[in-house]
């Protein structure tokens, strides 16, 4: 049975750092790409990072990129989101999932089949 969970969410003040970690179990890293991914209220879901099974190439959105770095260790089947100089508008519940298909049209990737995912965890950024 895959399963994976996030957690190291918290509070938070602007400025600050948190790491998150998504523990996988049932698959091994061969068999999926992992993203994270966030919500925050009243906005859609927002594809945040991106770490890949086939070469370990890394994707950020914009509007994380030189802030938050998606890391792995495949010894712990975790994959990790180092977020730092955190900002109010990154409060959200960020959510881990496994990635079928990846497809990269210019500097953009697009996941596709994210078939599991983890419970989310709530990062509060305070201002």
């Known amino acids: 049975e895959v399963q994976l969970q996030a957690s190291g969410g918290g509070l938070v003040q602007a400025g600050g750092a948190l790491r998150l970690s998504c523990a996988s179990s049932g698959f091994t890293p061969d068999d999926y790409s992992i993203g994270w991914f966030r919500q925050a209220p009243g906005k859609e879901r927002e594809e945040i990072s991106c770490?890949?099974?086939?070469?370990?190439?890394?994707y950020y959105a914009d509007s994380v990129k030189g802030r938050f770095t998606i890391s792995s260790d495949n010894a712990k089947n975790t994959v990790y989101l180092q977020m730092n100089s955190l900002k109010p508008e990154d409060t959200a519940v960020y959510y881990c999932?496994?990635?079928?298909?990846?497809?990269?049209?210019?500097?953009?990737?697009?996941?596709?089949?994210?078939?599991?995912w983890g419970k989310g965890t709530l990062v509060t950024v305070s201002s």
């Open positions: 770490i890949s099974n086939n070469d370990g190439s890394t």
């Open positions: 999932a496994t990635i079928r298909t990846i497809v990269v049209v210019g500097t953009k990737w697009h996941f596709y089949g994210m078939d599991y």
